[in-house]
Each structure stands twice: as C-alpha cells, then as structure tokens.
T-cell receptor
C-alpha cells in the first residue's frame, strides 16, 4: 500500500499558480495517481488522474516525474473558489484494491484576495 | 441524473439508539463505499462492496454493519450508537474497473449524544 505525504496547508493569492506536491515513495507499478478536491460540507470531487509524465484537463495539470515517487498538482490562476482541501491518492482500483483507496489528511489550500 | 444520493442529511441520536443511512446511486456502478470523516481529518473507509450481495470490511468497521441487497443501494447501519460515532458519513461509488474515479454523495452529519 503506497502511503502519500503532502503539505498540511498552503496559502496563496488570487491569480497565482499553485503547485501542491505529493510524495509517494512506495508507489507500485500498476498504481495511478489521483487527486480529489473537497469543499466544506461536501464530498470529495475528482480533479485529475495520471500514470506518468503530464496530464492536463480544464481544471488542473498533473506532473509526474519518471521515477513516479512524487507528483505535483498545478492549479493555474487560482480564485477564491479554489479554497478547499486537496487529496492525493495512489492506487489501482479493482476487486483486490477496493479497500486500499486511502485518503490522507490532504492539503488545506487557502486563497486570499 | 442524480449521481450519489445520501439520506438523511442530518441526524441526532442518543447513545444506544440505532439507525440506518441510505446511499443510492443511479450510475449502474458495481463498487460502493462508506467513509467517515472526523473534523479536520481525512476520510476513513468503513465498509465497501464490490457488487450486489457482497460486502467487506474497511479500515474502521467496528460498530457498523452494511448491506447491498440491490446494486443501486448501499445501507450503513449503526446498531447501538456511541458518541465516538459522531462524524460526517460519505458514500461513494465507482465503476470498479481499473482506476475508475470515485463519485461521492453530499454526506450525512451524525451527532450521537
């Protein structure tokens, strides 16, 4: 089971680019890296998922180095509405892995005006 | 398309009382999960199901029971509520194939007095 380590909290300002790094030294060959966003009083919401190199969607980018022991979630030009907790998960879903989808404490991102 | 629906949204119990939380999904997902989230903490897996009629224990199963009689529903039961079970409960579902993302409900705030 790959454990993840990410900063407890981060602060930034509107319009800035925010990068949140997650460490996962024990990632397995078939593991994917997935990021979720959680607003207060809501369930987590999928943001982005990747296996290697770079993935980009309309919300964020995910950078994964060749050794895959870490990953960086990049949020371009953040706004106040990006204030949330961000979770990095490592694992492969499927019958044998359903119990291993583990959420850590996440990174609490606060955006200021 | 409602996604994942949890009922009730709020509930207050006295110690020793029982109750059932209902989770319903309309995405024909195979996998369903129950998590609990304590203040300032990440989500912890209580029980999960990989298909109709199957259930399995997660990280913190004690004091809870579950049933998956129908594919679209996953019930979480507390037979004798304790103050330590005061938490926010989230249900999630996924397709179950490799690296499928989780879809979460909006949560149930449970207080046990």
């Amino acid at each position: 089971l790959a454990k993840t380590t990410q900063p407890i909290s981060m602060d930034s300002y509107e319009g800035q680019e925010v990068n949140i790094t997650c460490s996962h030294n024990n990632i397995a060959t078939n593991d994917y890296i997935t990021w979720y966003q959680q607003f207060p009083s809501q369930g987590p919401r999928f943001i982005i998922q990747g296996y290697k190199t770079k993935v980009t969607n309309e919300v964020a980018s995910l950078f994964i180095p060749a050794d895959r022991k870490s990953s960086t979630l990049s949020l371009p030009r953040v706004s106040l509405s990006d204030t949330a907790v961000y979770y990095c998960l490592v694992g492969a879903s499927g019958y044998s892995s359903a119990s291993k989808i583990i959420f850590g404490s996440g990174t609490r991102l606060s955006i200021r005006p | 398309n409602a996604g994942v629906t949890q009922t009730p949204k709020f509930r207050v119990l006295k110690t020793g009382q029982s109750m059932t939380l209902l989770c319903a999904q309309d995405m024909n997902h195979e996998y369903m999960y129950w998590y609990r989230q304590d203040p300032g903490m990440g989500l912890r897996l209580i029980h999960y199901s990989v298909g109709e009629g199957t259930t399995a224990k997660g990280e913190v199963p004690d004091g809870y029971n579950v049933s998956r009689l129908k594919k679209q529903n996953f019930l979480l039961g507390l037979e004798s509520a304790a103050p330590s079970q005061t938490s926010v409960y989230f249900c999630a579902s996924s397709g179950g194939t490799a690296n499928e993302k989780l879809f979460f409900g909006s949560g149930t705030q449970l207080s046990v007095l």
